[in-house]
């Protein structure tokens, strides 16, 4: 099959959606597809990968000063931008995919192309359909409404009240446009699944597929001596991870003999209990899951599907994550970890002191742990996306009823 991946970031770009982008490709080469990717980029150019080609493209709105907080990744618009749109017309028309995959706002540009056009399928990595932020939050609280006048009062530092309100007015014209030119919706979790159940033009048309794991091959290695609580994400630059919380409820836990071990932060944090390895990955950051005692996934908002909590339950450790979002489907309750309420140091603390003194549950709980995500593995999910390519491809594809959120 002849697939074309289009994403609005692309690794070096850090986030899930990219991640995701790039080993979807190149496990579909390299399951024998001819695969070609385009991604919105600073500069435009060509890669050749051994599995795909990689075009990247800026995005018209880049042109704009202002229209991007410094420092910040660029991204595509909810509405069609002139120059991807056009970028990827050229790419349909060399390489004439079977199927389109996008990832992200960059399907308002891919919807956009004239027909005959292949189908489109869309993977939702976020919120970003009912919610101009992508998180779902409101003043640090969970938003039960999704996008409307409400958008207006909210907060951002990342969004000022202008551009929220355009970014929302925006999605409000052009989802429902936007909608009718999908053919399949694909939600990392059931909760995201749920909460754009609530778009009328997605009812029936939207499948549950998780993002794919590499799961390592060796399950288990021993804890570290001194022991140590590890935590994987962003710092004090994406707040909703909720490293600070879990800052707090370690010094209310106080374990003794832990360690707390932070990976991934831009701003590091260091005391005598507390070790920043700054940003690991492959097999630095696998061993620094098998070397912990406990891994912890403390976000304040929700999740849609986070992989860091399948990859440290896959290494056998378990698991305490706010029970939020796509947290609640991967991490089993009294089973292969905890779930805590989310943005509350003190439920956070108690999960720590009462893991870290009994070593009975945390060794039934590691042993639990692999198990219990295997239905991660790339293996499996990369057989799903092809199966589910082929019904959309086939124009056969079932009609599936979900309950909003």
Sequence with gaps: MRILVVADHFPPASGGLAVQAERLCTRLGQAGHDVSAIAVGPDAGVEQR??????????????????????SPMFHPPWPDPEFRHAVKRVVRRFR??????HGWSVFSVASLSTPR?????????????????SLMRHRNLCTAGRGARCITCDSEAQPTPRRTGLAAAL???VPLLARRVQCWIAVSEYVARRHASLSALIGRIRVLPPLVDLPAEVRGDPATPPYILYVGAGDENPDKGRATLLEAFRLANPPAYRLVLVGGRSPVSSHDVEDRGYL???????????ATIAVVPSRWPDPCPAVAVEAL??????????????????????SGLLVRP????????????????DRLRETMSRAARPSVERFSTPRVLRAHEDLYAEIVGGHLRHVELQAA
Aim: net charge negative; proline share 9%; hydrophobic share 35%.
């Design 50 to 71: 051994p599995e795909f080609e990689l075009v990247r493209q800026p995005v018209t709105l880049g042109r704009l000063p202002g229209a991007y907080q410094e420092g």
């Design 97 to 102: 995919p079977d199927i389109i995959h996008v």
């Design 118 to 134: 292949p189908p489109i399928a869309v993977t939702l990595h976020d919120y970003g359909l009912v919610c101009p932020k992508k």
């Design 172 to 174: 409000g014209i052009n």
């Design 281 to 291: 990955r492959g097999r630095e950051l696998v061993d620094a899951f098998r070397g």
């Design 314 to 335: 896959a290494c056998g450790r378990p698991v305490i994550a706010s029970d939020a979002g796509g947290l609640s489907e991967i991490v089993q309750d009294g089973t």
């Design 343 to 358: 943005d509350d140091p003190s439920a956070l603390a108690g999960a720590l002191a009462r893991l870290t003194s009994d």
